[in-house]
C-alpha cells in the first residue's frame, strides 16, 4: 500500500509544516513492528518516504497553486497511491478539490483524503459535496494518521468500531463522524527539520505554542481551548540547530506569541544571546502586552534579528468589543513608541476592513491612527469570514456578503458598500506600491504634507493610479516614481518650484535603494560635477569623510557609492521648505544597509 501525503502551497518558498509533521510523527510513533526498513525514531526526513512493514509506503509530494492543474493531476497519477491525503487551507482548496476530482476519475481506486483547517469544521458537508473524498482528518492530525495507516495496513476501512477518534468518514452510504481527538501535548510534536535540504531557500515555520488565550471574533484560533506551551528546554534546542545551521528565516506560527511572558522572554533572550547575525525570526504578537523588560530585550537585539507582527486591526473602541478583542489602545501606542524608537526590530501592525461597526469614515480614522505609529509596514487586510469561527455564525446580524469561494473575502455588510471595498482595495494597492515599499522616503514625506491625512493622501493616489490604468500593468521601478511626480503635478497641483524639490527627492529615494545605471528624465544634469566626483574617490574622500579601506582602488569605491548634489535639505522636509542657494553633496554608501528596510547608508557632504 502506497500513502501520499500532498501539499500545494501558495508559493515556492513556503513549506507545509502539516504534512512534514504527519510524516515525521508516523515515523517516530509507528512500532518496530510496522517498520520494515529505517529506524522508526529518525527526523532525517531528506527522501520523504517510508516503508511499513505491510508493504505500505509513505511519501510526500509537495506543489504550489501556480503549478498547472494537470501537471500536479498527472505527477500524482503516476505516483500511483492507494491514497493521497491533502493538506486543506483557504488559499488551495479549490485546487485540491479540483484535482482530487479528476484523480478519482483516472484512478477509481484511490482514496482521497482530507486534512486542514479549511476541511476541519464542516467534515460532513465536505463529505456530502464531494462524493470522490473517502475521509477526512479533523483538527489536529499527527495522532489520528498513524491510527488510520495502522488501521489501512490490515484492514478495509468499513467497520464503525474500530475506526480512530477525529475523523469523519464515508461507509458505504453513510457518513460516519467519530468524537473529536483532545488537544495534543506540545512536546510530543515532532521536530520535523532533521535534515534541511528540502527547506533550502525556504521559509521555515515553527512553532512553540498552539491554541490562544484570546477570542476574536473573525479567528479560528478563537474556538481552541487555552494555550498549549512546547517546553523551553526542547524550543531551545531546536532554535539552535536553525542558528547552527545558518537558516535565514524562521517564522513563529504561535498566534499570540507573548501570551505567555515568561515562555516568549525566554525565547526573545536565547536568540538574542545566540544570534548567528544571519537568522531573522517572525513573530506575531499582541503590543499592548509588551512591558519594560521585553523593551529591554529587544533593544540589545542586533538591528534586524526579529520581525514583529502586530494584529491592531482598527482603533474603534465599539468595533473592539464587538469583535471580542481584547487590546488596551493606549498601552499598543506607547509600545510602538517605544518599538519605533529602538529600531531595532521590523515592525508590522495589521488592519482589517469590513469589521462590524466600523464604516470607511471609521476606517479613515484607523488607518490615519495607524500611519501616524510608523509601522515599518501597513498592512491593509480585508475581512475573511472563515469557517467555524464566530463571525461566520453572526453574518446575518451584520449583513455580511462574502465571495463564495475561498478565502472568503467580504464584498460588503451594513456599515461598508461594495463600492468603499473597491475604494479601500485601491489604497491597498498603493500603499503596498508606495508605502510598504520604502523606496519612497523622502518624496512621501514632502508630498503627503499637502493632504490632509495619510488616508487623504493614498486614497488619492489610488484613484488616481485606477483612473490612469496603472492598476491593471506592471510599471517598471522607474516609471512609479514619474507616476508619483504627474501626481503631485495633476492631483495636488503644485506649482514648478515644488515639483523642482518633488524631482529632487524622487532622485534621493531612487539612490537610497540602488545605484542607478541609467538616471530617470526628471533627474537634473549632473556632468558638471562628473570631475569634482571623480577627484573625491582618486582622493579617497575629503577632510570631511574619509575612505577608510584597505587595497583602496578609487574605481571599486565609484562603483559602491554614488554621489548627488541636490538643493534640498532631506532632514527638514515640509512643504513650506524652499530650495538651498547652493547644492550639499549626498553620498549613498552601498556597502551598508539598513537590515529593516534595505536602504542604503546617505552622508551628506557640504563640499567635494
Known amino acids: 500500500m502506497k500513502i501520499v501525503l500532498c501539499a500545494i502551497n501558495a508559493k515556492y518558498i513556503h513549506a507545509n509544516l502539516g504534512v512534514y509533521s504527519l510524516y515525521t510523527y508516523a515515523m517516530q510513533h509507528l512500532t518496530d513492528s510496522d517498520i520494515s526498513n529505517g529506524d522508526s525514531k529518525t527526523e532525517d526526513i531528506r527522501l520523504k518516504n517510508a516503508q511499513i512493514k505491510n508493504n505500505t509506503d ?70 456530502e459535496n464531494n462524493e470522490f ?84 471574533s473573525y479567528c479560528l484560533s478563537s474556538i481552541d481551548k487555552g494555550l498549549r506551551l512546547r517546553s523551553l528546554d526542547k524550543v531551545k534546542r531546536e532554535l539552535q540547530f536553525f542558528l547552527d545551521n545558518n537558516v535565514k528565516q524562521v517564522k513563529f506560527i504561535d ?63 465599539v468595533t473592539i468589543s464587538e469583535i471580542r478583542r481584547t487590546m488596551d489602545l493606549d498601552r499598543l501606542q506607547t509600545a510602538m513608541d517605544r518599538l519605533v524608537s529602538l529600531g531595532t526590530a521590523h515592525v508590522h501592525l495589521d488592519l482589517i476592513a469590513g469589521l462590524p461597526f466600523e464604516d470607511i469614515h471609521s476606517f479613515r480614522k484607523s488607518f490615519d491612527d495607524a500611519w501616524s505609529m510608523k509601522p515599518d509596514n501597513l498592512q491593509l487586510g480585508f475581512l475573511k469570514v472563515l469557517k467555524g469561527s464566530y463571525m461566520e455564525e453572526e453574518k446575518s446580524e451584520y449583513g455580511l456578503i462574502y465571495n463564495s469561494l475561498p478565502p472568503y473575502e467580504i464584498l460588503e455588510n451594513k456599515w461598508m458598500s461594495y463600492a468603499d471595498i473597491i475604494r479601500l482595495k485601491h489604497i491597498e494597492q498603493v500603499l503596498e506600491i508606495y508605502g510598504n515599499s520604502r523606496q519612497y522616503v523622502y518624496s512621501l514625506s514632502y508630498l503627503m504634507d499637502f493632504v490632509p491625512s495619510a488616508f487623504d493622501f493614498f486614497d488619492s493616489l489610488g484613484e488616481y493610479f485606477f483612473c490612469h490604468g496603472y492598476g491593471d500593468i506592471s510599471l517598471k521601478r522607474v516609471d512609479r516614481y514619474g507616476v508619483l511626480l504627474a501626481f503631485g503635478r495633476d492631483e495636488l497641483k503644485l506649482d514648478e518650484e515644488r515639483l523642482k524639490i518633488v524631482s529632487q527627492l524622487l532622485v534621493v529615494d531612487l539612490y537610497h535603494r540602488e545605484n542607478m545605471k541609467s538616471r530617470p528624465e526628471f533627474a537634473a544634469d549632473i556632468s558638471a560635477y562628473n570631475k569634482a566626483v571623480t577627484g573625491f574617490f582618486i582622493g579617497q574622500g575629503n577632510e570631511e569623510y574619509k575612505i577608510e579601506a584597505e587595497n583602496y582602488d578609487s574605481k571599486v569605491y565609484a562603483r559602491k557609492m554614488h554621489i548627488e548634489p541636490v538643493r534640498v535639505d532631506i532632514y527638514n522636509i515640509s512643504k513650506d521648505m524652499q530650495e538651498l542657494t547652493g547644492p550639499v553633496y549626498l553620498l549613498f554608501d552601498y556597502e551598508y544597509r539598513n537590515p529593516i528596510d534595505y536602504n542604503c547608508r546617505i552622508i551628506t557632504l557640504s563640499r567635494l
Not at 103 to 108: D, N, R
Not at 152 to 159: A, Q, T, V
Not at 256 to 274: D, L, P, Q
Open 58 to 127: 509513505i511519501h510526500i509530494r509537495e506543489y504550489t497553486i501556480n503549478h498547472e492543474n494537470d501537471k500536479i493531476l498527472n505527477s500524482l497519477y503516476m505516483e500511483n497511491a492507494d491514497v493521497v491525503a491533502f493538506s486543506c487551507y483557504i488559499w488551495n482548496i479549490d485546487v485540491v478539490l479540483s484535482i482530487a476530482r479528476e484523480l478519482k476519475k483516472v484512478q477509481p481506486k484511490v482514496q482521497i483524503w482530507l486534512g486542514g483547517p479549511e476541511v476541519s469544521y464542516d467534515a460532513g458537508k465536505v463529505l
Open 133 to 216: 473524498v473517502r475521509l477526512v482528518m479533523r483538527g489536529e492530525g499527527e495522532k489520528t494518521f498513524v491510527e488510520l495507516v495502522r488501521l489501512f495496513g490490515n484492514r478495509e476501512l468499513s467497520d464503525d468500531r474500530v475506526l480512530p477518534v477525529g475523523i469523519t468518514m464515508r461507509i458505504g452510504k453513510r457518513i460516519v463522524t467519530t468524537p473529536d481527538r483532545p488537544p495534543m501535548e506540545m512536546d510530543e510534536l515532532p521536530f520535523v527539520y532533521g535534515n534541511l535540504e528540502d527547506f533550502e531557500n525556504r521559509i521555515v515555520y515553527y512553532e512553540s505554542a498552539r491554541g490562544c488565550p484570546f477570542r476574536c
Open 255 to 317: 498566534r499570540t506569541f507573548n501570551a505567555n511572558k515568561e515562555h516568549s522572554r525566554a525565547i526573545w533572550t536565547y536568540i538574542a544571546e545566540h544570534d548567528n547575525g544571519v537568522t531573522n525570526f517572525h513573530f506575531e504578537v499582541s503590543a499592548d502586552l509588551l512591558e519594560e523588560e521585553d523593551f529591554d530585550i529587544i533593544g540589545k537585539m542586533r538591528t534586524g534579528l526579529i520581525q514583529l507582527e502586530i494584529g491592531m486591526q482598527t482603533t474603534n473602541a
